[in-house]
């Protein structure tokens, strides 16, 4: 998202630029009434941050410009001129949004992203195209579920042609959306591109297919339904299927190899007893040939008979048997079924061969067992299609609830409602997760009663307590020993609205009452804390050294990150010794916070216990310091270790991966 802020004081828009651009906007500066003017005249922007009173000219007159030509930019006043009038004037002009100084920079991002949502997504901030959804304000992507990985100009990107569905989006346009107004000194497009094919094949590895088409000559345009492939093969399915085509292909070749045999045996049965039966059938007529001689002519009437007198008289026994021999027709070894036994011929006796031909035979059999193995594979195929589509059908309620799961928070204002299905398992698990969920978030609901209560109902005696005793001190009858009595007390008070404060904040995380669902670049955290820290650090006498190698991005909650650096910074100039140094880097992979200290190191397993004192332990502190910043890391899915080198090195380490 592009924003335009149009802010005189160099110091807000610097602090407004350093927030909004963590906050992942894209920031441009104007600081007069001329600058703000060319800028609204040659760029469009999401959104634009109007102060009124500017060097030159009056912010109203460039809301009266915008109105004049049209343009659609959103526009959030921000201005210190807090009359009634203003307001009005400003609102009747085409603001959308009248934001006071001074104001929260969370309300005004806050603020930036309802303006958003309700010009381009509906109000919504949850952009559905098919299986892709996109989160605006999270700067999440899933397809079908699953997250997808981009970058923060892919995620720009997609969310700008998302917003402009089946139109086309200029190639100069989407140039000023993710590079500002530097955009206009490019030689060519070719960042554009780059950005283009990364966000398209990111896409169409998740399953989307072509959904991004290219307008030779002017630009792109998203079409949902233009070639958006099936969702991923859901993998409870997928193993499912696994397993049933592999019985099927093992059912299939083995089944067609049993089922040929199976035939073959059938028909060499039966082409045996046809062997037999032609046996009794020249049994019975050889006594009616007359003379060898006749006999010699009926076998070359029959080729696959064969009458041979045998030199030995004892009778061999009859078998029947499979053979390859040559067939002189076909010029070419052919099988045949061959009957062997020994008849009489006028009383002496003769070898009798009959034969059957296979040829015909074995191609038809190997025919016959090719189209069984097609049907099988047709039914196979289609038994396999037909369960995976109804599989996909009875298993969607699940995969719809599992995403409501997802995006299920504790702290929402709505309970979940999970779709209606009319499968009964399905009903039943709905009943029970809306059931547990709705105590659960009952549950978390009176927690968060309770600590808001309790920070209330407890910071307010001590408030009131502290404010009397002040008073007191300033009493002109006050002696000088009732005045260390009272300071005394006033340490006390102050102590306990710190111990009060910090048993809450340990509730609050251990409640997880704060979502870790936001980009936060430590390196700017860091340096936030180290400024506002400097005096203390000056004051100890100590040194403060800072190695900030990498932004450190982390996916956390901003104000835990903040408490975090801030607890292990005060950990560390409050456990120091005179003249001691502390040395913070940052890398990538971790950020550490080593101080100079005691000579011995903590207790092993007792680094990070609340309320933990001992003889060496410097005064003044709760003891809940390293016990809230482990919870946090707890929290945020970081880890916070401790180690101890000679002779008086303290290193905590927060590794971010």
């Avoid at 906007?25 to 009173?53: G, N, Q, S």
């Avoid at 009248?98 to 929260?104: A, D, N, Q, V």
């Avoid at 000194?185 to 554009?192: A, G, M, N, W």
């Avoid at 696994?242 to 099927?248: G, N, P």
Wanted: aromatic residues 6%; neutral net charge.
């Amino acid at each position: 998202m592009k924003l335009l802020i149009v802010e005189d004081e160099p110091e807000l828009a610097a602090s407004l630029v350093n927030y909004l651009e963590g906050e992942q906007y894209r920031c441009e500066v104007a600081a007069t009434f001329a600058a703000a003017e060319e800028k609204m005249l040659l760029y469009d922007y999401d959104c634009i941050l109007l102060d009124l009173t500017l060097p030159g000219g009056d912010g109203l007159e460039l809301l009266r410009q915008l109105q004049q030509r049209q343009k659609a930019d959103g526009v959030i006043i921000t201005s210190a001129r807090n009359a009634l009038d203003d307001r009005i004037a400003g609102l009747h002009l085409g603001a959308d949004d009248y934001l006071p100084k001074p104001f929260h920079l969370s309300e005004l991002s806050a603020r930036i992203a309802a303006l958003v949502r309700r010009r381009h997504f509906n109000g919504s901030n949850l952009v559905q195209a098919g299986p892709l959804a996109v989160d605006v304000l999270l700067r999440t992507v899933r397809v079908s579920g699953e997250l997808l990985a981009l970058t923060r100009s892919e995620f720009d990107l997609l969310v700008l042609l998302l917003a402009n569905q089946n139109r086309v989006v200029m190639k100069s346009t989407i140039a000023e959306h993710l590079s500002g107004d530097i955009a206009e000194h490019f030689d060519s497009y070719e960042p554009v591109y780059t950005h283009v094919k990364n966000l398209k094949r990111k896409l169409a590895e998740a399953g989307l297919g072509e959904c991004i088409r290219t307008v030779y000559g002017l630009g792109y345009r998203f079409e949902p339904g233009h070639r958006m492939s099936a969702p991923r093969p859901i993998k409870l399915l997928m193993r499912t299927l696994r397993a049933q085509l592999a019985y099927a292909g093992v059912v299939l070749v083995a089944g067609t190899f049993v089922f040929y045999y199976v035939l073959r045996r059938l028909y060499f049965t039966d082409v045996d007893d046809a062997l037999l039966l032609r046996r009794e059938e020249v049994v019975s007529k050889l006594p009616l040939v007359p003379t060898p001689a006749d006999l010699a002519l009926w076998m070359k009437l029959n080729r696959d008979l064969e009458i041979r007198p045998l030199a030995a008289p004892s009778a061999a026994p009859e078998r029947i048997f499979g053979e390859l021999r040559f067939d002189s027709l076909a010029h070419e070894m052919e099988p045949y079924r061959t009957l062997v036994t020994t008849v009489r011929y006028q009383g002496r006796p003769y070898r009798l061969v009959l034969r059957n031909s296979l040829v015909e035979d074995e191609d038809l059999l190997a025919a016959i067992a090719l189209a069984q193995a097609g049907l099988l594979v047709v039914l196979l195929g289609g038994l396999v299609l037909v369960q995976q589509r109804v599989a996909r059908r009875l298993w969607r309620p699940f995969y719809q609830t599992l995403a409501q799961l997802r995006r299920f928070r504790l702290d929402q204002r709505t309970p979940v409602a999970l779709a209606p299905t009319a499968i009964r398992e399905f009903g039943e698990l709905h009943e029970a997760l809306t059931e547990l969920l709705t105590q659960h978030r009952r549950q978390f609901l009176s927690q968060k009663e309770f600590t808001e209560n309790a920070a209330h109902e407890m910071q307010t005696p001590l408030a009131v307590q502290h404010t009397k005793l002040e008073l007191l001190a300033q009493g002109p009858d006050l002696t000088e020993g009732q005045a260390r009595h009272v300071e005394a007390l006033i340490a006390v008070t102050q102590r306990l609205s710190r111990l009060n404060r910090s048993l809450l904040l340990l509730a609050r995380l251990e409640n997880q009452q704060f979502a870790a669902d936001e980009p936060v670049a430590l390196r700017a955290v860091v340096e936030s804390v180290a400024a506002q820290l400097q005096e203390q650090v000056e004051a100890a006498g100590l040194t403060l050294e800072l190695q900030l190698a990498a932004p450190g991005r982390v996916q956390a909650h901003h104000t835990l990150m903040e408490i975090l650096v801030s607890n292990l910074f005060s950990n560390a100039i409050r456990h120091n010794i005179a003249g001691g140094t502390i040395d913070v880097r940052l890398s990538a992979a971790a950020l550490v916070v080593e101080n100079t200290g005691r000579g011995v190191a903590l207790p092993l397993g007792e680094e990070f216990a609340r309320f933990r004192k001992d003889a060496l332990s410097a005064p003044g502190g709760v003891g809940l310091g390293l016990a809230i910043a482990r919870q946090v890391c707890d929290t945020c899915g970081l880890t916070l270790a401790y180690d101890f080198a000679a002779p008086n090195r303290h290193r905590f380490t927060v590794r971010l991966r």
